[in-house]
């Protein structure tokens, strides 16, 4: 649906550092991307000014941002003085504190206008938060949709708070348009695409897995796309110091930018593998990795089960590398791993195609659906 009267949608930065590249094409910005591209609003990404955004220009063109001159608090709630009122949807992430003053600040001025909050949310960090503080709750009182990525966590909020919380996916949209492609032409590869070294992303687990199983699997290599910490490189030397025969079978790739070799590696893999401690619902790398008919290799986050579509096209495991190894060895070796990866492709077309998701949360925004 594309209104005849544009409405002003405004993201607002979380952090006082403002929006980064990568967020662009993340779902902190591909929703007010999707909204202006498909949605006909008038959408502005506010915060202060980080690195340079090759994404804006490549990716997410059109998308308005409005850099402050800084991105402290006191700065971002000047703005909205000046600028509350002709804005119709105010986005926010995150119930972080700095967010519950542009709350009030934005409905003082706009008692109509709508706020839109995405969680951002894990069941650790929400058991954490003092949600019956009156700060607190004055915030989720002025949010009128809030939203985590994960149906579990979402299931959870709704037992213990008294606000209705909604599940809006982190979902696929294809900057490469480039289509899928047959089981046949996939090679026998472990992908994984991440902050390599995060601790919660527990690679280290991946690559002592992919170990314990390599010589049973002889055909089969990892790939590792993403930064790397400086503990990360240091435990990879030492891996390989330790397992010289995997120097070629175990890939560093560092960080892969553009958006058309992102998705070769997807679709040239046969498995993703994620063995991550935590995760805010199931991350954007989930998606995309589905989209390309990645059978799924996950640790037991939060929403682990979203990720495999309840068994349906992979496998959760603990993540230490006796039970990640056996997970993975146990694809490999799958007969039937076309099937996973067909099912796999389907079940991310149809939860998490993200012109879906942004077509309802428009709904639930501006139609009360």
């Known amino acids: 649906m594309t209104p005849t009267t544009k409405k002003r949608v405004a993201a607002l930065a979380p952090y006082g550092r403002g929006w980064s590249n990568v967020e662009l094409i993340k779902d902190c910005g591909l929703i007010p991307y ?31 941002m409005k850099f402050l001159a800084d991105g402290r608090e006191e700065t971002k709630l000047a703005w909205l003085r000046e600028e509350s009122s002709r804005i119709d949807c105010l986005i926010l992430r995150g119930c972080y504190s700095e ?26 960090w929400m058991d954490t938060l003092l949600w019956f503080h009156p700060l607190f709750t004055e915030f989720m009182e002025r949010c009128d949709v809030i939203a985590t990525s994960s149906r579990v966590v979402q299931e959870y909020l709704n037992i213990k708070w008294p606000w209705k919380i909604h599940c809006i996916p982190n979902g696929f949209y294809d900057f490469s348009a480039l289509p899928a492609v047959p089981f046949a032409r996939k090679k026998d590869v472990i992908l994984t695409v991440a ?79 994620l063995p991550s401690l935590v995760e805010g619902g199931t991350p954007n790398v989930i998606a995309e990795a589905l989209n390309a008919g990645c059978a799924m290799a996950v640790g037991k986050f939060d929403a682990y089960r979203e990720a495999i579509g309840n068994g349906r096209c992979g496998l959760a495991a603990e993540s230490v590398p006796e039970a990640f190894s056996a997970a993975l060895l146990s694809l490999c070796r799958n007969p039937r791993l076309e099937d996973l990866s067909a099912r796999a492709l389907a079940y991310g077309e149809e939860q998490f195609d993200m012109e879906r998701i942004t077509a309802r949360l428009y709904e639930m925004i501006f139609e009360g659906a």
């Open 34 to 64: 999707l909204l202006y591209k498909n949605h006909n609003c008038d959408v502005t990404m506010v915060g202060a000014k980080g690195d340079d955004y090759p994404y804006l220009e490549s990716c997410v063109r059109g998308l308005q």
């Open 99 to 124: 967010n519950f003053a542009a709350a009030r600040v934005y409905k003082q001025q706009n008692p109509n206008g709508k706020i839109y909050v995405g969680l951002d949310a894990n069941g650790y």
């Open 195 to 273: 902050r390599l070294g995060s601790p919660s992303k527990c690679t280290p687990v991946l690559a002592d897995a992919f170990a314990r199983i390599a010589d049973e699997i002889p055909g089969w290599t990892l790939r590792l796309v993403g930064s790397s910490s400086p503990e990360f490189t240091a435990f990879m030397n030492g891996f390989y110091e330790r397992h010289p025969s995997l120097t070629n079978r175990v890939c560093l790739t560092g960080p892969i930018q553009d958006r058309n070799a992102l998705r070769q590696e997807y679709l040239q893999a046969k498995i993703f593998a």
